[in-house]
């Protein structure tokens, strides 16, 4: 791998205010002695050279070396064992050994999708064994550099320990921000670089000195300055026609062996789409009672929307044929995610020649029930206020219908594939400034545009809720730093996240969850915090209740004392303890009005911004079948979440199965109608509560 030498890294990053040892080099181990003069002891000595990227493990370094005598003896000792494991050094650096302190790793990687990712953590020669580090997509702020160090592990060993003074913090963010802020020298070095590490940095009460500097996948450094405006995404596109087309044309219908292609015309039939709806064949008149033309290139003026289901190999050439209609959807798969890149260039060069908007390929489409598009069998849903962008079609189909089953409902949807022309970062860009559109999920494997996506995603005004696949895959290229080892898919999506607000889940039943909630709450008007109180039945469901919104990084804070009095005056307390999560009766035989007094009794003296009441449902019905106790409980809710309108009110239906048919259902209406989310299991409402406090957080104090 090309590299550039050490001393010359280090000269180089002086300019963007990164303290180095003073040194010198030499060509030979007797120049090192006359290199050493006028430099203060102790000394160090290394080898420098193409073979020697890890120094430490070719045994290229010699520490603690008290005169420049000393230095001359060791590298001719050194020369002599890298001789002996044919090694041929280009030269020896000799430097002025730093003072002791906490040694700090601050590197940067170049990641295939997002572009440069800065790196921090704790270790020196022991970073691969700690593993204690922390990552954000470059550029980073002021306000990133001091998080990524409240991340780590060992963070209190930066503020002294055992009567050791703590580093001087500010030097370290200063290194950090050299490395990774807009201007540094992750920026500055572009495209001339796969990774950057300073490691170790050695930080002490009174600095941060980088005594080690590695430069790979160049061997030069770049002078000049790189220029400006070059990291700003390109304005959305207007897909206005992409989700409500005039007119639609379906290539790949069959009069004699129905397909695919057959299949969407009959979704559309079922939709009832009123705009023009054509069949592409060379020689029907009609197909299934749609008309036909011979060609794209007869199609109506109107029609806004080429559907093509036809063998990968020919796609280009239909595509060709759509001159004048602003998008194609190609469905067929056999591109790049079977190995034929080469035919998806083809592809796009094809959009390109005809200058239509390709979609896709390997991609269902476009769902927007006030617009007429669909890719799914049945009567569309109702329009709502719920998008999403997905690489799979089979996912979010299964989104839209059991979110739809669940109550909610889509604004626009849209299935991307291979992305190889519209992206992603394009269509967010686009719903983010969507007046019909309140929140937006995401499916993703392979962004395409990361770093478009992570630019856009900063200046997102609404929540977006992020499901991401493959992040677990073992993909990337041996790394040659030990930042490049420890930079993987996972960790970079969740420096996105910590960086843009956007909520992370790791599962569909969790995204569906997250949007309903955020759907249905994302107007309050909420206070800051990570608090939340759980109130229902159980104490053993309630100490569970305690452990899941935990985990999730939520507070369950406790009651002040005067809250503990009015707790009793409602009859609380006896048998259990006044807590959060509190325990209160709820069933058949139980006051319905008690929940909602305790929680108006609750947030006089502490506002919680998140409530969660949950329900044994079985406990209904254990001895008798009568359904209105439930839902009359709901109601109550309903008029308790009407009461706080700057409070979240969440309610979890255990056990629903125990109820009969329709009854959750009934609920859930009732629960909806009021604004209030529903949820089978405390983790699923656990993970849809940490989503709503990631949006609010950042709609309070924006993003770093």
Same mark, same amino acid.
């Given at each position: 791998m090309k590299s550039v030498p050490e001393h010359a890294v280090k000269a180089w990053i002086r300019g963007f205010g990164v303290a180095v040892p003073r040194g010198a080099t030499a060509s030979s181990p007797e120049g090192v002695g006359t290199a050493a003069h006028g430099l203060t002891g102790p000394l160090v000595v290394k080898a420098y050279g193409p073979d020697l990227v890890h120094k430490s493990d070719a045994g290229a370094v010699r520490l603690g070396l008290e005169s420049p005598p000393a230095a001359c003896d060791a590298a001719a000792e050194m020369l002599t064992a890298l001789a002996a494991r044919g090694v041929t050094p280009d030269g020896f650096l000799v430097e002025e050994q730093a003072a002791p302190g906490v040694e700090v790793i601050v590197g940067a990687v170049r990641d295939p999708a997002f572009g440069p990712?800065?790196?921090?953590?704790?270790?020196?020669?022991?970073?691969?064994?700690?593993?204690?580090?922390?990552?954000?997509?470059?550029?980073?702020?002021?306000?990133?550099?001091?998080?990524?160090?409240?991340?780590?592990?060992?963070?209190?060993?930066?503020?002294?320990?055992?009567?050791?003074?703590?580093?001087?913090?500010?030097?370290?963010?200063?290194?950090?921000?050299?490395?990774?802020?807009?201007?540094?020298?992750?920026?500055?070095?572009?495209?001339?670089?796969?990774?950057?590490?300073?490691?170790?940095?050695?930080?002490?009460?009174?600095?941060?000195?980088?005594?080690?500097?590695?430069?790979?996948?160049?061997?030069?450094?770049?002078?000049?300055?790189?220029?400006?405006?070059?990291?700003?995404?390109?304005?959305?596109?207007?897909?206005?026609?992409?989700?409500?087309?005039?007119?639609?044309?379906?290539?790949?219908?069959?009069?004699?062996?129905?397909?695919?292609?057959?299949?969407?015309?009959?979704?559309?039939?079922?939709?009832?789409?009123?705009?023009?709806?054509?069949?592409?064949?060379?020689?029907?008149?009609?197909?299934?009672?749609?008309?036909?033309?011979?060609?794209?290139?007869?199609?109506?003026?109107?029609?806004?929307?080429?559907?093509?289901?036809?063998?990968?190999?020919?796609?280009?050439?239909?595509?060709?044929?759509?001159?004048?209609?602003?998008?194609?959807?190609?469905?067929?798969?056999?591109?790049?995610?079977?190995?034929?890149?080469?035919?998806?260039?083809?592809?796009?060069?094809?959009?390109?020649? /005809?200058?239509?908007?390709?979609?896709?390929?390997?991609?269902?489409?476009?769902?927007?029930? /006030?617009?007429?598009?669909?890719?799914?069998?049945?009567?569309?849903?109702?329009?709502?206020?719920?998008?999403?962008?997905?690489?799979?079609?089979?996912? /979010?189909?299964?989104?839209?219908?059991?979110?739809?089953?669940?109550?909610?409902?889509?604004?626009?949807v849209a299935t991307v594939g291979n992305s190889a022309d519209v992206t992603p970062a394009e269509l967010l860009r686009y719903l983010a400034a969507d007046d019909g559109t309140a929140v937006i999920g995401l499916y993703l494997e392979d962004p395409r545009d990361g770093r478009g996506l992570f630019e856009t995603l900063r200046e997102v005004g609404k929540p977006v809720v992020a499901l991401v696949g493959g992040r677990s895959r073992q993909g990337r290229t041996a790394a040659a730093s030990h930042t490049g080892g420890m930079v993987s898919d996972t960790r970079v999506w969740s420096a996105l996240a910590a960086q843009t607000g956007v909520a992370l889940v790791t599962g569909q039943d969790d995204l569906i969850g997250a949007l309903d909630f955020l759907d249905l709450h994302s107007a309050r008007d909420v206070g800051p915090g990570r608090d939340v109180l759980v109130i229902g039945p159980s104490g053993g469901a309630s100490v569970l209740a305690a452990d899941v919104f935990d985990t999730a990084g939520l507070e369950l804070t406790a009651f002040p004392d005067e809250t503990k009095a009015a707790l009793r005056d409602l009859g609380l307390g006896a048998g259990s303890s006044l807590a959060n999560p509190l325990e209160i009766p709820v069933g058949p035989q139980a006051d319905p009005d008690l929940v909602r007094g305790a929680v108006t009794a609750i947030v006089a003296d502490r506002p919680f911004t998140d409530v969660v009441a949950h329900v044994n449902v079985q406990s209904f019905f254990t001895f008798g079948t009568s359904v209105e106790p439930l839902l009359t409980y709901a109601r109550r809710l309903g008029a308790l979440q009407e009461e706080l309108p700057r409070t979240r009110v969440t309610l979890v239906l255990r056990n629903s199965e125990c109820a009969p048919p329709g009854v959750e259902d009934d609920v859930r209406r009732i629960a909806r109608g009021a604004g209030i989310p529903v949820y089978r299991t405390m983790e699923a409402a656990a993970v849809a509560v940490a989503a709503g406090k990631t949006f609010s957080a950042r709609s309070r104090h924006g993003t770093a």
């Open positions: 990712v800065l790196l921090v953590g704790l270790g020196g020669v022991w970073t691969e064994v700690l593993r204690d580090t922390a990552l954000r997509l470059c550029p980073v702020t002021e306000a990133d550099a001091h998080s990524m160090l409240a991340e780590l592990r060992g963070a209190a060993l930066l503020n002294g320990s055992r009567g050791r003074p703590g580093i001087d913090r500010d030097a370290l963010v200063r290194v950090m921000l050299a490395v990774g802020s807009p201007g540094g020298i992750v920026d500055r070095l572009g495209d001339g670089f796969t990774e950057f590490e300073l490691n170790p940095v050695i930080c002490g009460p009174h600095g941060a000195v980088a005594v080690d500097a590695r430069l790979l996948g160049a061997d030069t450094l770049p002078t000049g300055r790189r220029p400006a405006g070059d990291r700003q995404p390109r304005a959305a596109s207007g897909f206005d026609r992409l989700f409500a087309p005039r007119g639609i044309a379906v290539v790949g219908a069959s009069t004699r062996k129905p397909g695919f292609g057959n299949m969407f015309l009959g979704f559309y039939k079922a939709a009832g789409y009123k705009g023009t709806l054509l069949a592409v064949h060379p020689t029907a008149g009609d197909i299934d009672g749609v008309p036909c033309v011979p060609s794209l290139t007869d199609a109506a003026p109107d029609v806004d929307y080429a559907l093509v289901a036809v063998p990968a190999a020919r796609c280009a050439d239909v595509v060709r044929q759509a001159a004048g209609i602003p998008y194609v959807q190609v469905m067929s798969g056999g591109f790049r995610e079977m190995g034929a890149a080469d035919l998806e260039a083809g592809l796009l060069a094809a959009a390109r020649e /005809a200058g239509v908007r390709l979609l896709g390929p390997n991609c269902m489409g476009v769902y927007a029930p /006030a617009g007429g598009q669909t890719f799914l069998g049945g009567e569309p849903g109702r329009p709502g206020r719920v998008a999403m962008i997905s690489q799979s079609g089979g996912l /979010a189909g299964e989104v839209i219908k059991v979110g739809e089953r669940r109550g909610l409902a889509f604004s626009k």
